[in-house]
């Protein structure tokens, strides 16, 4: 029996518009959610429950290094200004970690300048340097190198 609602068809809609991103067992949708309130959040992993649970193996409420928003407050998704573009993140996901439980990577951006980023396992959200966007990476590596930038917090909105 499942814990979480269906993705309602409205929001089923808006989650087909956004290029997903995919490791060797699921594929992630980056979002940025409205909810009821009005509030709107970014780095926010819309997932299916059955497939989430198949490769994180716990809910996120019952670990304390995730944070979640319901999907019944969610009333619109976009996807996320502040992912890495689908086809990079999917290149780090199939590369596999860089160390037990992370990956750190460099992104490389059009005009030659480059960050270096390490965290979790899941690796979509990025912080952007100053006057830069997806539209501007150019490359990724899965490497280690010097001093990293920690990614950002991110969420996760569960649906069955």
């Not at 994180?56 to 290094?65: M, S, T």
């Not at 992912?83 to 992104?107: D, N, Q």
């Not at 951006?109 to 830069?132: Q, R």
């Amino acid at each position: 029996m499942s814990r979480y609602p269906r993705l309602p068809d409205r929001l089923k809609q808006q989650l087909q518009r956004i290029e997903p991103s995919s490791s060797l067992k699921i594929q992630y949708f980056p979002c940025l959610v409205t909810t009821q309130s009005g509030e709107t959040i970014d780095r926010v992993y819309v997932q299916e429950e059955t497939s989430y649970l198949r490769v994180w193996g716990v809910y996120p409420d019952e670990d304390a290094g995730k944070s979640s928003v319901r999907i019944e407050d969610v009333v619109l998704l976009a996807e996320s200004p502040c992912r890495l573009p689908a086809r990079f993140a999917s290149e780090l996901y199939r590369a596999g970690e860089t160390g037990m439980g992370g990956h750190e990577f460099v992104v490389e951006f059009l005009d030659g300048t480059s960050e270096f980023y390490t965290g979790g396992n899941a690796v979509d959200f990025i912080d952007y340097p100053p006057g830069k966007s997806p539209k501007d990476v150019a490359a990724v590596h899965n490497t280690r190198q010097g001093s990293a930038l920690r990614r950002p917090q991110y969420f996760w909105c569960l649906h069955s």
